[in-house]
């Protein structure tokens, strides 16, 4: 099975002032052995956070990044200047840059690309939505959302991904997914590696979020095909997200 990771999407918020709150808890903190653990902060963080957080063997990574190398596009940030402040990872597709920023699943796709062309690890996050899975549609969309972006690639380059199954309804709800249902989805996730090259799908870290806290960390990391954690809001405090990363251990 993959080695955990406990990954922290700090979305829009946090500071200068956090990231050394997390530096110095880290410092002190014995992290569980065979345990990965990210922070995904915000662009302006990135160089402290690498700074702060190396200490501890903790990889930083960003929240998007630009399908270009380098241009004239203002205000976007290429997969280079990340590499270069010390981001190792990316969150790609997350379902708050799918539906606010409009980026289907070709803008996806070149992102991905991107990242991969620089040496960054994408997490690419799939999900559906709640009218979604009511109308019984959650398998397809969510392994949808992997074949648009999976088919375009060779075998070497899927096997440098992680992904993250984050159903929309259980994002910054409170309302997480059940084990259960997540175990479902993670598994159908798992069996799609399968189908594209044996060994993927044992190699390919599948992480969990939505709501994912302290209190519920435990059950759904439990579970046979969930290998880690994508965490918004309990990622913001210290205590709460380091507990998460215990119980991954
Ligand atoms: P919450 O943990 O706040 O629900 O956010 C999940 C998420 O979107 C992580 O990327």
Known sequence: ??????????????????????GRALATTELPEGVDVALMVPFPY?????????????????QTLSDQPSGALTGEVSGAMLREL???????????RRSMFHENDQAVLGRVRAALGVGLTPILCLGETLEQRDEGRTESVVLGQLDAVF??????????????YEPVWAI???RTATPEQAQAVHSAIRQRLADYSGGLEERTKILYGGSMKAANAADLLAQPDIDGGLVGGASLQVDDFLAICQSAG
Not at 1 to 17: D, Q, R, T, V
Not at 86 to 91: K, P
């Open 1 to 22: 099975m993959a080695k955990p990771l406990i990954a922290g999407n700090w979305k829009m918020h946090g500071s200068l002032a956090l990231i050394d709150e997390f």
């Open 46 to 62: 990135l160089a402290q956070a690498a700074q702060a957080l190396n200490v501890a063997g903790v990889s930083v990574g960003a």
């Open 86 to 96: 010390g981001a190792s990872m990316v969150l790609v597709g997350h379902s708050e």
């Open 151 to 164: 088919d375009a690639l060779d075998a070497s380059e899927r096997a440098q991904l992680v992904v993250a």
């Open 172 to 174: 910054g709800t409170g």
